[in-house]
């Protein structure tokens, strides 16, 4: 690698660092396995205005977080030795000059950051589903530098910068097999979340969607309990029932409140249990703070 070139990728490097996104530690195994960022924008989609968000472009994050699985096996790679050394020489100096500040650097954010700047070249081609490859290119970035960063506990950015840079690599060097690998089974999956969605948001009442991706979540409890523990996004979950029962079942009404004011009632007829099924869930508040990773 020539001078001239160093010089051009460190100078890329310290714009990274200096940027670094807070993203969370673990997947949101509970909102279908994804990574988001703490500057997420999630809200709540009653069932009135859920169904027409319940789209194949709002299918991209969560298809790549169960492809991802599906393609893991036969995506292994190992990390460029020339590109962790060229990674942890440039990182480290500037990882310095932030030890003192408010938000120093750590391996993970390290990791992320260089990870998803080789993602944004890689799904650059005007040609391809740019959506499509950068979901498939950001989840391989959070599983592997996720699982290479959690013992992120070194005193000096030396081996800090090592450690990101290990799995920042090792994550370009899987990152084009997993491409090309998701991108076969793209199709058919849309269409299958598409579905759940909309099921999804006939049965609970809505659904939850984060920077205009749906989030496939096995429950919604879960899910915003996850995602106030990994993000620190709190949701509030308000529900209001009003019903009554007799001999020939129950019936019944709730306020369901969404980011943004909007209301919507959902109507439930048939048993005690079919009715609090249905009313159960049906209103998410969120509010959002941010923490430091």
């Known amino acids: 690698m020539s001078k001239h070139t ?56 969560s298809c790549a977080a169960r492809l991802y699985t599906d393609c893991e096996t036969e995506c292994t790679a190992v990390a460029d030795v020339s590109c962790v050394s060229t990674c942890t020489t440039n990182l480290t100096p500037t990882c310095e000059t932030l030890e003192d500040t408010e938000e120093p650097a750590n391996a993970h954010g390290m990791c992320m950051s260089s990870c998803q700047q080789d993602c944004s070249n890689n799904c650059a081609d005007p ?21 290479r960063t959690k013992t992120d506990d070194s005193p000096t950015c ?3 910068c090592a450690v990101a840079c290990e799995g920042s690599c090792t994550a370009r060097a899987s990152s084009g097999c997993q491409i090309t690998c998701q991108e076969k089974e793209f199709t058919v999956c849309k269409t299958e979340m598409v579905q759940q969605c909309k099921e999804d948001c006939d049965t609970t009442g809505g ?30 979950i308000e529900i209001e029932v009003e019903g009554k029962c007799t001999g020939d079942g129950c019936e019944g009404s709730a306020e369901a409140e969404g980011t943004g004011g909007c209301f919507s009632t959902i109507d439930a007829r048939g048993g005690l249990g079919g009715t609090l099924m249905a009313l159960g869930i049906v209103g998410l508040h969120l509010t959002r703070r941010r923490r430091r990773v």
């Open 158 to 160: 030396e081996p800090r």
């Open 127 to 147: 040609a391809g589903n740019k959506g499509e490859c950068r979901s498939s290119c950001g989840q391989n970035c959070g599983e592997i530098c996720e699982k």
């Open 207 to 236: 659904a939850l969607f984060c920077d205009g991706q749906f989030l496939a979540a096995g429950e919604l409890q879960a899910c915003a309990d996850e995602l106030l523990a990994e993000l620190a996004i709190a949701v509030n």
């Open 6 to 61: 160093q010089i051009l990728l460190s100078i890329a490097t310290v714009g990274l660092l200096v940027s670094i996104p807070s993203v969370a530690r673990a997947d949101l195994a509970a909102c279908g396995g994804m990574f988001l960022s703490v500057t997420a924008q999630c809200e709540f989609k009653t069932t009135e205005t859920c169904t027409t968000t319940c789209e194949d472009v709002a299918m991209e994050t």
